[in-house]
Antibody, heavy 122, light 110 residues
Framework: QLQLQESGPGLVKASETLSLTCTVS??????????WGWIRQPPGKALEWIGS???????YYNPSRKSRVTVSVDTSRNHFSLKVNSVTAADTAIYYC???????????????WGQGILVTVS | QSVLTQPPSVSAAPGQKVTISCSGS????????VSWYQQFPGSAPKLVIY???KRPSGIPDRFSGSKSGTSATLGITGLQTGDEADYFC???????????FGGGTKLTVL
Protein backbone atom coordinates (compact mmCIF):
# COMPACT_ATOMS: atom_id res chain seq x y z
CA GLN A 1 0.00 0.00 0.00
CA LEU A 2 1.47 3.30 -1.08
CA GLN A 3 1.91 5.84 1.72
CA LEU A 4 2.90 9.50 1.60
CA GLN A 5 4.14 11.53 4.56
CA GLU A 6 4.79 15.25 4.69
CA SER A 7 7.51 16.66 6.90
CA GLY A 8 8.92 20.07 7.65
CA PRO A 9 8.56 23.02 10.01
CA GLY A 10 5.09 23.93 11.13
CA LEU A 11 6.01 27.57 11.69
CA VAL A 12 7.72 29.85 9.19
CA LYS A 13 8.50 33.53 9.56
CA ALA A 14 7.10 35.98 7.05
CA SER A 15 9.43 36.74 4.11
CA GLU A 16 11.34 33.46 4.63
CA THR A 17 11.15 30.20 2.66
CA LEU A 18 8.70 27.38 3.39
CA SER A 19 10.30 23.98 2.79
CA LEU A 20 8.45 20.66 2.92
CA THR A 21 9.31 17.11 1.93
CA CYS A 22 7.00 14.26 1.01
CA THR A 23 8.42 10.79 1.60
CA VAL A 24 6.90 7.99 -0.45
CA SER A 25 6.86 4.45 0.96
CA UNK A 26 5.38 1.20 -0.27
CA UNK A 27 6.29 1.94 -3.87
CA UNK A 28 8.75 3.68 -6.14
CA UNK A 29 8.52 7.34 -7.00
CA UNK A 30 9.75 6.37 -10.47
CA UNK A 31 6.57 4.72 -11.69
CA UNK A 32 5.49 5.28 -15.28
CA UNK A 33 2.74 7.89 -15.65
CA UNK A 34 2.77 8.57 -11.91
CA UNK A 35 2.92 12.23 -10.93
CA TRP A 36 3.52 13.73 -7.52
CA GLY A 37 1.81 16.90 -6.44
CA TRP A 38 1.42 19.48 -3.71
CA ILE A 39 -1.99 20.82 -2.73
CA ARG A 40 -2.77 23.31 0.01
CA GLN A 41 -5.88 24.28 1.91
CA PRO A 42 -6.14 27.47 3.97
CA PRO A 43 -8.24 26.93 7.10
CA GLY A 44 -11.90 26.63 6.16
CA LYS A 45 -11.23 27.15 2.46
CA ALA A 46 -10.96 25.18 -0.76
CA LEU A 47 -8.19 22.98 -2.05
CA GLU A 48 -5.60 24.65 -4.25
CA TRP A 49 -3.14 22.77 -6.46
CA ILE A 50 0.35 24.25 -6.15
CA GLY A 51 2.47 22.13 -8.47
CA SER A 52 3.45 18.64 -9.61
CA UNK A 53 6.52 16.73 -10.69
CA UNK A 54 7.38 13.58 -12.64
CA UNK A 55 10.34 11.49 -11.55
CA UNK A 56 12.35 12.74 -14.55
CA UNK A 57 12.14 16.24 -13.08
CA UNK A 58 9.43 17.61 -15.37
CA UNK A 59 7.39 20.11 -13.39
CA TYR A 60 4.01 21.79 -13.66
CA TYR A 61 3.07 24.82 -11.59
CA ASN A 62 -0.08 26.75 -10.76
CA PRO A 63 0.44 29.90 -12.87
CA SER A 64 -0.66 32.11 -9.97
CA ARG A 65 2.04 30.63 -7.69
CA LYS A 66 4.79 29.85 -10.17
CA SER A 67 6.99 32.83 -9.36
CA ARG A 68 7.53 31.73 -5.75
CA VAL A 69 7.29 27.93 -5.95
CA THR A 70 9.82 25.19 -6.69
CA VAL A 71 9.04 21.47 -6.69
CA SER A 72 11.91 19.00 -6.89
CA VAL A 73 12.39 15.23 -6.70
CA ASP A 74 15.09 13.01 -5.21
CA THR A 75 14.67 9.53 -6.65
CA SER A 76 17.50 8.11 -4.52
CA ARG A 77 15.55 9.01 -1.39
CA ASN A 78 12.12 8.32 -2.89
CA HIS A 79 10.85 11.75 -1.94
CA PHE A 80 9.88 15.04 -3.47
CA SER A 81 9.93 18.54 -2.05
CA LEU A 82 8.25 21.93 -2.10
CA LYS A 83 9.75 25.34 -1.57
CA VAL A 84 7.73 28.54 -1.38
CA ASN A 85 9.73 31.76 -1.24
CA SER A 86 8.89 35.04 0.45
CA VAL A 87 5.93 33.68 2.40
CA THR A 88 3.21 35.84 3.89
CA ALA A 89 0.28 35.13 6.19
CA ALA A 90 -1.72 34.21 3.09
CA ASP A 91 0.47 31.10 2.73
CA THR A 92 -0.78 29.73 6.06
CA ALA A 93 -2.50 26.46 5.16
CA ILE A 94 -2.54 22.70 5.49
CA TYR A 95 -0.15 21.39 2.85
CA TYR A 96 -0.83 17.97 1.35
CA CYS A 97 1.28 15.86 -0.94
CA UNK A 98 -0.54 13.46 -3.24
CA UNK A 99 -0.04 11.12 -6.17
CA UNK A 100 -1.99 10.98 -9.41
CA UNK A 101 -1.75 9.06 -12.63
CA UNK A 102 -1.72 10.65 -16.05
CA UNK A 103 -2.56 7.86 -18.46
CA UNK A 104 -2.75 8.57 -22.17
CA UNK A 105 -2.81 12.29 -21.45
CA UNK A 106 -5.77 12.14 -19.06
CA UNK A 107 -5.82 13.13 -15.39
CA UNK A 108 -6.55 10.11 -13.22
CA UNK A 109 -7.28 11.87 -9.94
CA UNK A 110 -5.32 12.10 -6.70
CA UNK A 111 -5.55 8.51 -5.47
CA UNK A 112 -3.11 8.70 -2.56
CA TRP A 113 -2.71 11.57 -0.10
CA GLY A 114 -0.47 12.37 2.80
CA GLN A 115 -2.12 13.26 6.10
CA GLY A 116 -1.26 16.93 5.62
CA ILE A 117 0.87 19.33 7.60
CA LEU A 118 -0.27 22.66 8.96
CA VAL A 119 2.17 25.44 8.18
CA THR A 120 1.64 28.75 9.90
CA VAL A 121 3.35 31.92 8.72
CA SER A 122 3.92 34.34 11.56
CA GLN B 1 -12.21 32.21 -6.86
CA SER B 2 -12.04 28.58 -8.00
CA VAL B 3 -11.86 27.65 -11.69
CA LEU B 4 -14.57 25.01 -11.23
CA THR B 5 -17.91 26.09 -9.78
CA GLN B 6 -19.75 24.08 -7.14
CA PRO B 7 -22.73 25.01 -4.96
CA PRO B 8 -21.51 25.97 -1.47
CA SER B 9 -23.93 23.60 0.22
CA VAL B 10 -26.54 20.92 -0.36
CA SER B 11 -28.72 19.02 2.05
CA ALA B 12 -31.07 16.07 2.09
CA ALA B 13 -32.65 13.66 4.52
CA PRO B 14 -31.22 10.26 5.42
CA GLY B 15 -32.06 7.66 2.82
CA GLN B 16 -32.62 10.24 0.11
CA LYS B 17 -30.50 11.06 -2.94
CA VAL B 18 -28.42 14.17 -3.48
CA THR B 19 -26.48 15.50 -6.45
CA ILE B 20 -23.58 17.94 -6.43
CA SER B 21 -22.73 19.82 -9.59
CA CYS B 22 -19.36 20.97 -10.87
CA SER B 23 -19.26 23.44 -13.74
CA GLY B 24 -16.22 24.27 -15.84
CA SER B 25 -15.25 25.03 -19.41
CA UNK B 26 -13.95 23.44 -22.60
CA UNK B 27 -10.36 23.79 -21.40
CA UNK B 28 -10.94 21.68 -18.31
CA UNK B 29 -14.04 19.51 -17.74
CA UNK B 30 -14.84 19.55 -21.44
CA UNK B 31 -11.44 18.10 -22.25
CA UNK B 32 -10.44 15.74 -19.43
CA UNK B 33 -11.62 13.35 -16.76
CA VAL B 34 -13.22 14.61 -13.55
CA SER B 35 -12.51 13.24 -10.09
CA TRP B 36 -14.39 13.79 -6.83
CA TYR B 37 -13.09 13.91 -3.25
CA GLN B 38 -14.74 13.52 0.14
CA GLN B 39 -13.20 15.40 3.06
CA PHE B 40 -14.13 15.15 6.71
CA PRO B 41 -13.05 17.89 9.14
CA GLY B 42 -9.45 17.44 10.17
CA SER B 43 -8.75 14.76 7.56
CA ALA B 44 -7.14 14.59 4.16
CA PRO B 45 -9.39 14.38 1.10
CA LYS B 46 -10.33 10.91 -0.13
CA LEU B 47 -10.91 9.98 -3.76
CA VAL B 48 -14.47 8.70 -4.29
CA ILE B 49 -14.85 9.03 -8.09
CA TYR B 50 -12.20 9.12 -10.84
CA UNK B 51 -12.33 9.09 -14.64
CA UNK B 52 -15.77 10.77 -14.45
CA UNK B 53 -17.64 7.74 -13.16
CA LYS B 54 -15.34 5.07 -11.74
CA ARG B 55 -15.21 4.16 -8.06
CA PRO B 56 -11.96 3.22 -6.30
CA SER B 57 -11.92 -0.01 -4.39
CA GLY B 58 -13.86 0.30 -1.16
CA ILE B 59 -16.16 3.12 -2.26
CA PRO B 60 -19.79 1.95 -2.08
CA ASP B 61 -21.93 1.98 -5.20
CA ARG B 62 -24.13 4.59 -3.54
CA PHE B 63 -21.60 7.04 -4.99
CA SER B 64 -21.77 7.73 -8.72
CA GLY B 65 -20.37 10.26 -11.15
CA SER B 66 -21.31 11.56 -14.55
CA LYS B 67 -20.13 14.17 -17.02
CA SER B 68 -21.84 16.02 -19.84
CA GLY B 69 -20.08 18.67 -21.84
CA THR B 70 -18.46 21.13 -19.46
CA SER B 71 -20.28 19.96 -16.31
CA ALA B 72 -19.96 17.00 -13.99
CA THR B 73 -22.19 15.63 -11.26
CA LEU B 74 -21.60 13.56 -8.15
CA GLY B 75 -24.57 11.56 -6.95
CA ILE B 76 -25.03 9.92 -3.57
CA THR B 77 -28.02 7.67 -2.92
CA GLY B 78 -29.25 6.17 0.34
CA LEU B 79 -27.76 9.08 2.28
CA GLN B 80 -26.29 8.33 5.66
CA THR B 81 -25.25 10.71 8.42
CA GLY B 82 -21.72 9.45 7.84
CA ASP B 83 -21.79 11.02 4.37
CA GLU B 84 -21.80 14.50 5.89
CA ALA B 85 -18.59 16.03 4.57
CA ASP B 86 -17.16 18.49 2.11
CA TYR B 87 -16.96 17.33 -1.50
CA PHE B 88 -14.57 18.72 -4.12
CA CYS B 89 -14.32 18.14 -7.87
CA UNK B 90 -11.07 18.38 -9.82
CA UNK B 91 -9.72 17.99 -13.32
CA UNK B 92 -6.83 19.04 -15.55
CA UNK B 93 -6.98 22.39 -17.33
CA UNK B 94 -5.21 22.45 -20.69
CA UNK B 95 -5.01 26.23 -20.81
CA UNK B 96 -3.54 26.59 -17.32
CA UNK B 97 -1.49 23.41 -17.73
CA UNK B 98 -2.41 22.24 -14.27
CA UNK B 99 -4.96 20.73 -11.92
CA UNK B 100 -7.98 22.81 -10.99
CA PHE B 101 -10.37 22.25 -8.09
CA GLY B 102 -13.90 23.31 -7.36
CA GLY B 103 -14.64 25.49 -4.37
CA GLY B 104 -16.18 22.60 -2.47
CA THR B 105 -19.71 21.69 -1.40
CA LYS B 106 -20.73 21.02 2.18
CA LEU B 107 -23.20 18.15 2.36
CA THR B 108 -25.58 18.14 5.29
CA VAL B 109 -27.68 15.08 6.00
CA LEU B 110 -30.65 16.43 7.92
Amino acid sequence: QLQLQESGPGLVKASETLSLTCTVSGGSIMGTSQYWGWIRQPPGKALEWIGSIYYTGTTYYNPSRKSRVTVSVDTSRNHFSLKVNSVTAADTAIYYCAKYDFWSGYFGGFEYWGQGILVTVS
Amino acid sequence: QSVLTQPPSVSAAPGQKVTISCSGSTSNIGNDYVSWYQQFPGSAPKLVIYDNNKRPSGIPDRFSGSKSGTSATLGITGLQTGDEADYFCATWDNSLRGVVFGGGTKLTVL
